[in-house]
């Protein structure tokens, strides 16, 4: 059967506020997902979440309990299997914390298929890691190892299954994995690699159509796009990073793949504190389209005057 995906506004949504991370296993409550929520409501129907664990559990709790018009693409956040020596900022483990790590991933992609299960009206499809295979990832998976992760999954759930990974790989490392997914899941990061904003939405595309000529006829999704408003240089032109530009990028990005009838999950919806670095102005921590405490960013103004009213 053809596949059909859900269409509308869509969104990458991770809620952890300051002082809330998921390394230290401090989530957001039910109230400030509720909080949240009632924000992204306004303008997107479509959720990327990134992992099963408590943070994840609650959004589709309340999404169920309070009737919200949401569906969600459920992910399972796997960690290293294997040691990864090119990781710029460092990937080796020990021979016992790779078997920690295994071992957690097969309890990470249970809890995928019980929640998958558990919630099959909001959970659209399931996507079976995250940057897991890039050269430069801290959290690599082997290929192989990750068929067999998409294998148990398939044979377990209803929905869609895919994986979520920067299209260089696409092109040439996940050849093997592509034929166990039901759609390719790509990210696309001009700013990242330097691009200026007039030639992002074009770089953009390009990424897109590198991969669609590898693998035609299969159907892709953009599950990360977005733009850094602060930046201390680290990876990219600091001048760049700023809201005007993001607020540029995110309408082109989204006129171009609603022509297209895209897919597109922007990145994302808030910014957050515990990713990165310390450095206050560490990019991790800025891609929000709306700052840490739920203000608005430029790009956002005019769709919640409100809430700008408010700060």
Request: charged residues 20%.
């Amino acid at each position: 059967m053809p596949l059909t995906l859900p269409t509308g506004n869509a969104i990458c949504y991770s809620g952890y506020r300051d002082g809330q991370s998921p390394g230290d296993k401090i989530y957001p409550s039910l109230d400030e997902i509720r909080e949240d929520l009632a924000i992204l409501r306004r303008h997107w129907t479509l959720l990327r979440l990134y992992d099963c664990s408590p943070h994840a559990e609650r959004v589709l709790q309340v999404i169920e309990e309070d009737g919200l018009p949401f569906q969600v693409m459920l992910g399972a956040y796997l960690g290293a299997e294997v040691s990864n020596p090119g990781c710029p900022w460092g990937a080796d483990f020990t021979d016992a914390e790779l078997a920690a790590s295994r071992a957690e991933n097969q309890a990470e992609v249970g809890r995928l298929i019980t929640l998958a299960n558990r919630y099959p009206g909001i959970v659209f499809s399931v996507a079976v890691g995250n940057e897991a295979t890039v050269d430069w990832t801290d959290h690599l998976v082997p290929v192989p190892s990750m068929i067999a992760h998409v294998r148990r999954v398939k044979a377990a759930v209803r929905q869609p299954v895919t994986f979520c990974e920067n299209y260089v790989p696409w092109q040439d490392k996940l050849r093997p994995l592509v034929p166990e997914l039901d759609f390719i899941s790509v990210h696309t990061y001009p700013l990242w690699e330097y691009k200026p904003i007039g030639e992002a939405l074009a770089y953009t595309q390009a990424n897109i159509a590198s991969v669609a000529r590898c693998h035609p006829g299969k159907p892709i999704v953009i599950t990360e796009a977005g733009w850094c408003t602060h930046s201390n240089g680290r990876g990219m032109h600091a001048a760049h990073a700023v809201q005007p530009l993001q607020a540029t990028y995110i309408a082109e990005l989204t006129a171009w793949t609603r022509a297209e009838g895209l897919l597109c999950f922007v990145f994302e919806a808030f910014d957050e504190a515990w990713k990165g670095s310390p450095d206050p102005l560490e990019p991790e921590k800025h891609w929000g389209l709306f700052t840490a405490d739920r203000q608005p960013k430029l790009a956002m103004r005019p769709l919640y005057p409100d809430l700008v009213a408010q700060a």
